[in-house]
């Protein structure tokens, strides 16, 4: 009962400035989709621009442009041939890709020869990755073709060419027959891909932003020693050990509650959300041991505060928040693994994540036994 009685005075602490736990909820959301805004913004930008041209109409040339444009790293753009030449002289795109006559005859003998005619840019640096791009899509339509073709002739059945044709391009679809996949170092590389589009540094900044509002949310452990609460609750009979237990279990749920919209609106679209979702959960645990640990250890709350934005800012370079630098050394990657921004990042790209949330889970297990042991043992004083 008298556990319970703390943690509602601890939560009644914390939402006595109402204005503040709103603005814990609703900032988190206006700076994350700004950022997120931002990311989208910059990576239009660079994309390479590249112009295809269909002045035929050709269905299958639309067909071709359509794939093409869903290729995240090109933007696509539809113009006649004369507009196009005008736009590479000015260096206004990449590249532009004319396609032959009687496209759709061709690939359906699977013919793929001559088959794109790709102008360049005076200052053209990326056309191989342009014609790549674009003669997968032709080769994929090539070898449908000539499949189609050869069963049609073969058999000669009714309707048999269309079936064919639609059933050898499923075979394209999640990914084409003979797809590797393999891991590096635990990590899948399907899921990096999937984590590539600027979600990546968005939960860099994410395990910044839990760190720091753990540390400023436990800073009641030097409020209460310094205001003499700490003396008087133990007057009422209260321990030290369900004092400091009964606080953080009521700061903890705030602190959760705090994070599950920034959360929840960062994990959405993302197939493996539960698992994301589990290593948010982990880390943050593993931050209020850390918090809590730290806080423990000092008297003052300038230091407490400075050493506070030190270890994340420092953790969260090393960690790989802003960027990998692990990838640079091999002692850079060791002291990354000493980070839990380390754990909880590799974790959200990797297929089995199990390791990383016991890593971060025994982080904050064994942060919070000795923090409670450091508040227990130590005097507390008015």
């Given at each position: 009962?008298?556990?319970?009685?703390?943690?509602?005075?601890?939560?009644?602490?914390?939402?006595?400035?109402?204005?503040?736990?709103?603005?814990?909820?609703?900032?988190?959301?206006?700076?994350?989709?700004?950022?997120?805004?931002?990311?989208?913004?910059?990576?239009?930008?660079?994309?390479?621009?590249?112009?295809?041209?269909?002045?035929?109409?050709?269905?299958?040339?639309?067909?071709?442009?359509?794939?093409?444009?869903?290729?995240?790293?090109?933007?696509?753009?539809?113009?006649?041939?004369?507009t196009a030449l005008e736009m590479l002289e000015r260096n206004q795109a990449e590249a532009a890709v004319l396609f032959t006559k009687n496209l759709a005859e061709q690939l359906k003998q699977g013919k793929i020869k001559n088959v794109i005619h790709l102008y360049e840019a005076p200052n053209a640096i990326s056309t191989g990755l342009i014609e790549e791009f674009v003669a997968s899509e032709v080769i994929r339509l090539a070898s449908n073709?000539?499949?189609?073709?050869?069963?049609?002739?073969?058999?000669?059945?009714?309707?048999?060419?269309?079936?064919?044709?639609?059933?050898?391009?499923?075979?394209?679809?999640?990914?084409?027959?003979?797809?590797?996949?393999?891991?590096?170092?635990?990590?899948?590389?399907?899921?990096?891909?999937?984590?590539?589009?600027?979600?990546?540094l968005l939960f860099g900044l994410l395990s910044i932003y839990i760190l720091l509002i753990n540390f400023y949310l436990q800073d009641w452990v030097l409020t209460e020693r310094r205001s003499g609460i700490a003396s008087r609750t133990r007057m009422l009979g209260v321990s030290k050990l369900t004092r400091y237990i009964s606080n953080l279990v009521g700061t903890s749920f705030l602190l959760l509650l705090t994070l599950l919209p920034v959360s929840l609106y960062l994990l959405i679209g993302f197939t493996d959300f539960f698992q994301k979702?589990?290593?948010?959960?982990?880390?943050?645990?593993?931050?209020i041991g850390i918090s809590f640990f730290i806080a423990n250890l000092f008297t003052e709350k300038m230091f407490y505060h400075l050493t506070a934005v030190a270890f994340t800012i420092v953790t969260g370079i090393l960690g790989g928040s802003f960027i990998k630098l692990e990838e640079f050394s091999g002692r850079l990657m060791l002291a990354a693994e000493y980070t839990p921004q380390h754990w909880l990042l590799s974790?959200?790209?990797?297929?089995?994540?199990?390791t990383n949330l016991y890593i971060l889970f025994f982080i904050g297990l064994g942060l919070i036994i000795f923090g409670l042991g450091i508040g227990v043992v130590r005097h507390d004083r008015n």
């Open positions: 009962m008298r556990m319970w009685h703390i943690i509602l005075t601890r939560w009644k602490l914390i939402l006595s400035n109402r204005w503040q736990f709103v603005f814990m909820l609703i900032l988190p959301l206006v700076v994350f989709w700004t950022a997120e805004q931002l990311l989208k913004q910059g990576s239009d930008e660079l994309k390479v621009p590249v112009i295809m041209v269909n002045e035929e109409n050709d269905e299958t040339v639309q067909t071709i442009i359509e794939r093409v444009k869903q290729n995240k790293t090109l933007r696509v753009m539809e113009h006649s041939k004369t073709g000539k499949a189609a073709t050869y069963l049609d002739e073969e058999f000669n059945g009714d309707k048999l060419y269309e079936y064919a044709w639609k059933y050898t391009d499923q075979q394209w679809e999640p990914q084409p027959l003979m797809t590797v996949s393999y891991e590096l170092d635990g990590q899948s590389v399907a899921a990096e891909k999937q984590s590539s589009d600027g979600s990546t979702g589990w290593m948010i959960a982990g880390y943050l645990f593993a931050c974790g959200l790209i990797s297929s089995d994540s199990g």
